[in-house]
């Protein structure tokens, strides 16, 4: 198993671009969920969705878009990226029974 | 919502010491206490867990201990080792409509010392 797939790694953007972060997990997991790391600031989940067609906001979703149209895939739309969405990015998924959360690698994002 | 504070922000020990780092919690509801370690550059990573019916658990040198009634809980780490250096952060999950929601603290970086 792969586990948690995010692409890309390093991504930098001008005030305005829109783009997507990619994550797709192999390990059939009902749960996923967004997240971005600050320094000083932890870990604060964006959007999370507990099964396919099923999303909703955590504690930051301004600015940022999702959807779930496969249990794999949860992607994370910016669609007019500004400066303040300059961050690393997780996602996380687990099961819908368990506690643990299984991370991907992070996405290291640059909004200029 | 939950509200998750975690202290010290910065811990420095000698090898061999003990290290402690303590959270709070807001949601009396939160009913699971899992504790991430982060090294650097890579991804957090679950190093113990606990859940509100129990009070203590150990696994090797790590602790974790839970008090309801105040509402914090409480990483023990015993004979570091400079391999323990890494931020860890604390988190709650709540209970009912917030099951689904994992609230992190601000993390504490731990520096063990040869």
């Known amino acids: 198993n792969a586990g948690v797939t995010q692409t890309p790694k390093f991504q930098v953007l001008k005030t305005g671009q829109s783009m997507t972060l990619q994550c797709a997990q192999d390990?059939?997991?009902?749960?996923m969920s967004w997240y971005r790391q600050d320094p000083g600031m932890g870990l604060r989940l964006i959007h999370y969705s507990v099964g396919a067609g099923i999303t909703d906001q955590g504690e930051v979703p301004n600015g940022y878009n999702v959807s779930r149209s496969t249990t794999e895939d949860f992607p994370l739309r910016l669609l007019s990226a500004a400066p303040s969405q300059t961050s690393v990015y997780f996602c996380?998924?687990?099961?819908?029974?368990?506690?643990?959360?299984?991370f991907g690698e992070g996405s290291r994002l640059t909004v200029l | 919502g939950e509200n998750v504070e975690q202290h010290p922000s910065t811990l420095s020990v000698q090898e061999g010491d003990s290290a402690v780092i303590k959270c709070t919690y807001s949601?009396?509801?939160?009913?699971?206490f899992p504790w991430y370690k982060q090294e650097l550059g890579k991804r957090p990573q679950l190093i113990i867990d606990i859940r509100s019916n129990v009070g203590e658990k150990k696994d090797q040198r790590i602790a974790v201990t839970l008090n309801k009634t105040a509402k914090h809980f409480s990483l023990h780490i015993t004979e570091t080792q400079p391999e323990d250096s890494a931020v860890y952060f604390c988190a709650a999950r709540g209970g009912g409509g917030s099951n689904y929601k994992l609230t992190f603290g601000k993390g504490t970086l731990l520096t063990v010392n040869p």
């Open positions: 390990m059939n997991h009902e749960y």
């Open positions: 949601d009396s509801a939160s009913n699971y």
């Open positions: 996380a998924s687990r099961t819908a029974n368990t506690g643990e959360l299984f």
